[in-house]
């Protein structure tokens, strides 16, 4: 079955770091770039960045430039999405998503994960 | 960064009627030289993560009803559901991939009047 399947929900404390897995199932992960996306309690999409798997290549928003980290771990078919000083407006789902095969750095999301709540509370 | 205003926030349709969702780019997304529309639609059903409805603005993903239509260029763009259904009371989002950031609109909420 294709599918990206994620790690479950966090708590965390304000000024921690999180780090959310996301494991291709399915299909070949260097063949696809990911995004991840969040989407905060009752509210829109927001855009973080990306990760090439072939080559660990990144580009991030700006907003979250010098927090946001992504990695990947090619054996296990996994990607990480590592945030750093959390802060109460940092709580959302986290969504990873794919790009169609052989799309590069842009484009739209053909699959994506079930979702990792993170919340940052005191 | 390239805004999407979408409108309106929220609309009631009869079962049967027809929805219309509009989706404004505060630039022009159209690339001239392969005359594509870089937008998306996706749709959102509660606790779930969006799922892929429309790209290249009137491209229909494989497996979507032929119900879901999309249309527009540059800067205006529009999604149609040309008989609502039960099933698609959601959440409609737009999203711009002609230059990064991505962004999204901020949102249609459909329900049933």
């Known amino acids: 079955q294709v599918q990206l399947v994620q790690s479950g929900a966090e708590v965390k404390k304000p000024g921690a770091s999180v780090k959310v897995s996301c494991e291709a199932s399915?299909?070949?992960?260097?063949?696809?770039?990911i995004h991840w996306v969040r989407q905060a309690p009752g509210q829109g999409l927001e855009w973080l960045g990306w990760?090439?798997?072939?080559?660990?290549?990144?580009n991030y928003a700006q907003h979250f430039q010098g927090r946001v980290t992504l990695t990947r771990d090619t054996p296990t078919n996994t990607v990480y999405l590592d945030l750093t000083g959390l802060k109460a407006e940092d709580t959302a789902v986290y969504y990873c998503?794919?790009?169609?095969?052989?799309?590069?750095?842009?484009?739209?999301?053909?699959?994506w994960g079930q979702g990792t709540l993170v919340a940052v509370s005191s | 960064d390239i805004v999407l205003t979408q409108s309106p926030k929220s609309l009631a349709v009869s079962l049967g009627e027809r929805a219309t969702i509009h989706c404004k780019s505060s630039?022009?997304?159209?690339?001239?030289?392969?005359?594509?529309?870089?937008l998306a639609w996706y749709q959102q059903k509660p606790g779930q993560p969006p799922k892929l409805l429309i790209y290249?603005?009137?491209t229909r993903e494989s497996g979507v009803p032929d119900r879901f239509s999309g249309s527009g260029s540059e800067s205006d763009f529009t999604l149609t559901i040309s008989s609502l259904q039960a099933e698609d009371v959601a959440t409609y989002y737009c999203?711009?991939?002609?230059?990064?950031?991505?962004?999204f609109g901020g949102g249609t909420k459909v329900e049933l009047k």
């Open positions: 990760i090439n798997p072939k080559n660990g290549g990144t």
């Open positions: 290249w603005a009137s």
């Open positions: 399915g299909f070949t992960l260097t063949d696809h770039y």
């Open positions: 999203q711009q991939h002609y230059n990064p950031p991505l962004t």
């Open positions: 630039q022009n997304i159209l690339y001239s030289s392969n005359n594509k529309n870089y």
């Open positions: 998503a794919r790009l169609p095969r052989d799309y590069v750095r842009l484009g739209w999301f053909d699959l």
